[in-house]
Structure formats: structure tokens, C-alpha cells
């Protein structure tokens, strides 16, 4: 599964449990890093990196991550086992 896949996915279920999602479409112009969705329900926000089973965050969006992660927010990166394991659905369950 691409990453283009799993997001596409992850929109999907978002939006089947009622969780706002935003994704910046064209982030060419915008600083790198930022993590690719950012899902908010009634119950939480949490901030997501997707990668493909293989991929690998790049050292900007670790740094990203980190930081969030320090300043309180939920972040964390998902990938394709992840849904298939119900771990994305559980996590977007939590926040609806």
C-alpha cells in the first residue's frame, strides 16, 4: 500500500466516524515537516505523519514530531499495519 493509498483510507474512515480532517493538497511552498493530517473530533485532535510500510520520516518531520509531542499534542506516524491492525480505527474512534 502506498502512502497516497493509506491516506486515502484514513480520509475515508475519518470521515465515515464524523472526525474532521485537513491535509495541506500542495505543500510545496509551505515549510517542510508538518505532519500530513491533522484530524480533529468532538473528543480530541491528534496530528498524523503517513508513511508506506517502508518509508522513513525525514529528519525534519522527526523534529517536527518531537516537538509537538513535548509541547502536549498527540502525534505519532501511521503505516499501512497500522490499519490493518485497527489501530487507526481505534485512534479515530477515541476522538469522535
Known amino acids: 500500500m502506498t ?3 493509506l ?3 484514513v480520509l475515508g474512515l475519518a470521515a ?3 472526525v474532521l480532517a485537513y491535509h495541506t ?3 510545496r511552498r509551505s515549510q517542510s515537516g508538518w505532519p500530513d493530517l491533522a484530524l480533529c473530533g468532538t473528543r480530541g485532535m491528534i496530528l498524523r505523519e503517513l508513511k508506506s510500510a ?3 520520516p525525514s529528519k525534519t518531520q522527526l523534529e517536527w514530531g518531537e516537538r509537538l509531542t513535548l509541547a502536549g499534542q498527540d502525534w505519532d506516524i501511521w503505516r499501512p499495519a497500522d490499519l490493518a491492525s485497527g489501530r487507526i480505527h481505534s ?3 477515541a476522538i469522535r
Open 3 to 5: 502512502e497516497a493509498d
Open 7 to 9: 491516506q486515502t483510507a
Open 16 to 18: 465515515w466516524l464524523g
Open 25 to 27: 493538497h500542495d505543500s
Open 54 to 56: 517502508q518509508g522513513r
Open 91 to 93: 485512534e479515530l474512534q
